[in-house]
Structures are given as C-alpha cells and as structure tokens.
C-alpha cells in the first residue's frame, strides 16, 4: 500500500460540495474542489497592520483550510481554531493600544497603579495578583480582570469594534471558546462552517485594526448611497428602478418617478417610504413624485451628491401611541415630526437595521411577552415622550438638521403597513 497516495487521496466529502451547493449525484474533481475551497476564503485576508506573529497563526488556518481536501476533519480543526484565536488577537491589540505608555490601571481607592510591559502574558499575570481597574473610552475606571470577557468590553469602550449584531457574535464567541475548552466532545464541521469562521475572523481582527470589511457580514464598511429613481405606471402597475442619472425626459409621460438617496437595490426600491426606515439602509427623499422631464429638471439644478453611510449602528425612533406601534423613523424625520404626531411614548435605539428596533419595542410593548427575556441586537437609549427623547437625541447629535420629506410611498405590494396594532 502507498501510504504517501493514501495521505493524498482526496476526501469523497469534500468533493461533493460546489458552488451550486452539496451535490448527492456527483463528485467535483480534486483540482475543481481546491479550487472552490479557496475561492470561498479567498477575501478572508488580514491587513497588514496586524502584527506579523498574529498574521502567520491566521495563514496556518488558511493552509489547514485547504488540506480538507484530502482530509474533511481539517475543516473542524480550522472552525475550532479559529474561535480559540480571538483572545489572542484581543491581547495584541490591547498591548498595541498602549505601546509606548504605562497602562494606566487604577485600585479600588481610585490611586494609580500604572503598569508598563510589551507583554500580555506579564499584564494577566500582574492582574491576578490584584483587582484593578482601567478607563474606558469616556474615561471612566472599570474593573478588568484580563480575561476574554474583560477584553471584548475593552474593546466596545474604545470603539475597536462596532455593530449590534456583532455584539451578539461577540458574546457567542466566549460561550463557544468556554465550551471547547471545557466540554468539547467528538463533533464535525462542515467546509461551510470553517469558511464562515474564517471569513468572521478575518472580519474581526481587521476591525480591531480600523479596516472595515467591504461587503462583510459582521464588521461591514460604508456603502455608498446613489440618487436614485424609482417609477410606477398608474395604468398598467408596471414599475421601473435606474439611477437617477439615466432617466432621460422622454421617458413616458404617464410613469410617476421619485427621487432618493439610497442604496442600489430593485428589491428595496419597491419598499420605499418617505417618513418611515422600510429598507435595509435608511433612505432620504429627495423628489417627487412627478414627470420625468421634471425629475431630470430637478437634478439639473440641484445635483445631489452622492457619499457613504455606515450601514449598521444606526439611530432609529420608534412610536408607540394607544395600541398602535409604528415603523421606525430617522432622527432626521423624527426632529421634524409635526405636533400632532408627537403624542405616545418614544424609543430611541441604537441597531444596525430598522427592524431589530422595532422588533425589540414591540417585544417590550407586547403584554404577551416577557421584555425581561429580550436578547434583541439592539442597545436601548431613551424613552419616554417626544420632548425627552429629542433632548437626548440632541445630546448624540448636536449638529441634527431636521428634515420633513413629503408623505410618499413607492405603489408596491412589497411595502409595508406603517403601523401594527399591538393587543391592549
């Protein structure tokens, strides 16, 4: 028996999973599936802040990744390795952070107790001789202990990493490292489970370094936001979606177009409202609805610039008036609001997407559920009615223009009502 081909034989598992997904039927052949492996963590790359020591631990994984080939346990190997090198990025970046200067660790009595090392190891150590604390972001003493937990906040505080959703990640990262550190029995991963652990790695390491990951999952970077239009035919319900700037003035009289500020995406065109967050990232109304041969005279004058928004840890409003709970609204909107829409209790929140905050309101609202339970993605920030909502909301955003758009929504099946009727 040749043992050297019997290393090398490639994984019958392995060869059953493609780009159209797992296949029952047939096999890929070795090269094609090496192929696929590695496009699939092709993205997953480190940028080259991150120190040299961490980057090496992270290209192992990306080697290991591929040998699931010919031996389909690796993927497990990498997926269980990869949640066990959060903690050691942490710890880089914590000794990065403060290279150069003591940490400026506290006692219990508030008295300094600087400590100075190039080495967490040291750090940790000096830690468990005596409880200290350590300044957050704003300056105030918490206690740190040195452990992942105690990392991961640290994190939060100096604003190394952002996100909602991620924050759950986050708080999954300790429950999973504890428990195949603890408790791990005999288990499989798939290559699809190693790839996401990879690529929510990379995610994260590259955010604790201050690089956003384009299109991520977790850690994503600013979209850009376009002026767009979308049209509808009264008389036959057809609807069109294009950026603004191909709208031409002979476009059919009858069709009735908007203008807006958004993401490009058809799907969440058909969803647009003006007062209301209904897309994935928030809109703002810029036109209409009208001509197109007075769309484009309108641009023509105004030029409306495009830029990029962050697409999470957005600021939402949510109104809750008598048994009616309304869809999110932005602090622009909300700063606008007319006098006779202000009566009800308000929700301000931070979330990455509109419908995490209207979710976690409405769980809170709902006599049937237990707000105690709420693990929604969302961080909470003030209630109450609209003038105490707004004197906080100013506090975040000193500089908020308010700005009141005309009442319009795209003619769509896919638009949503703009208010739920919550039991009494």
């Not at 192992?60 to 346990?73: A, F, I, K, M, P």
């Not at 008389?235 to 009289?253: I, M, W």
Request: neutral net charge.
């Amino acid at each position: 028996m040749d043992v050297f081909a019997e290393l090398t034989k490639p994984d019958e598992r392995t060869l059953r999973f493609t780009s159209m997904g797992l296949s029952l039927g047939g096999l890929l052949h070795q090269d094609d599936a090496l192929a696929f492996q590695r496009s699939q963590i092709a993205g997953a790359v480190l940028t080259d802040a991150v120190p040299v020591d961490l980057r090496k631990s992270f290209e192992r994984l990306r080697y290991q990744h591929s040998l699931g080939v010919v031996d389909y346990e690796q993927f497990t190997v990498v997926a269980d390795a990869a949640v066990g090198l959060y903690e050691p990025a942490l710890r880089a970046r914590f000794i990065e952070f403060y290279r150069g200067q003591a940490i400026p660790f506290t006692d219990g009595e508030g008295r300094l107790q600087p400590v100075t090392s190039d080495s967490y190891d040291d750090i940790a150590k000096h830690l468990r001789q005596r409880k200290l604390r350590l300044p957050d972001g704003s300056g105030e003493p918490r206690p740190f202990g040195g452990m992942l937990t105690d990392l991961l906040a640290w994190a939060r505080q100096h604003r190394l990493l952002r996100g909602q959703r991620a924050r759950q990640g986050e708080n999954a990262i300790v429950k999973m490292r504890n428990y195949l550190a603890h408790a791990r029995p005999h288990h499989i991963h798939t290559p699809v489970d190693a790839t996401l652990e990879l690529r929510a790695l990379a995610e994260f390491i590259n955010q604790l370094w201050g690089v956003a990951t384009v299109g991520g999952r977790c850690y994503p970077a600013p979209v850009r936001c376009e002026t767009l239009a979308v049209g509808w035919n009264p008389t036959t319900g057809v609807q069109e979606f294009t950026r603004a700037e191909n709208l031409t003035p002979d476009e059919d009289p009858t069709t009735r177009w908007i203008l807006y500020r958004g993401v490009l995406d058809g799907y969440e065109a058909e969803r647009f409202d003006s007062r209301y967050v209904t897309t994935r990232v928030p809109t703002q109304y810029l036109w209409g609805p009208g001509a197109a041969a007075d769309a484009v005279a309108w641009l023509a004058t105004h030029h409306p610039a495009s830029d990029e928004i962050d697409p999470i840890d957005g600021l939402y409003l949510v109104r809750h008036h008598g048994n009616h709970l309304y869809l999110p609204q932005t602090p622009q909107v909300f700063a606008a609001t007319p006098s006779k829409q202000r009566p009800g209790r308000w929700h301000l929140l931070r979330a990455d997407v509109g419908n995490d905050a209207f979710a976690c309101v409405r769980a809170r609202v709902s006599p049937n559920e237990n707000h105690n339970s709420c693990r929604c993605p969302v961080e909470r920030l003030a209630r109450g009615t609209w003038n105490r909502v707004h004197t906080e909301l100013r506090q975040i955003q000193p500089t908020l223009v308010p700005h009141l758009p005309a009442d319009v929504r795209a003619p769509s099946p896919m638009r949503w009502p703009r208010a739920v009727e919550i039991p009494a």
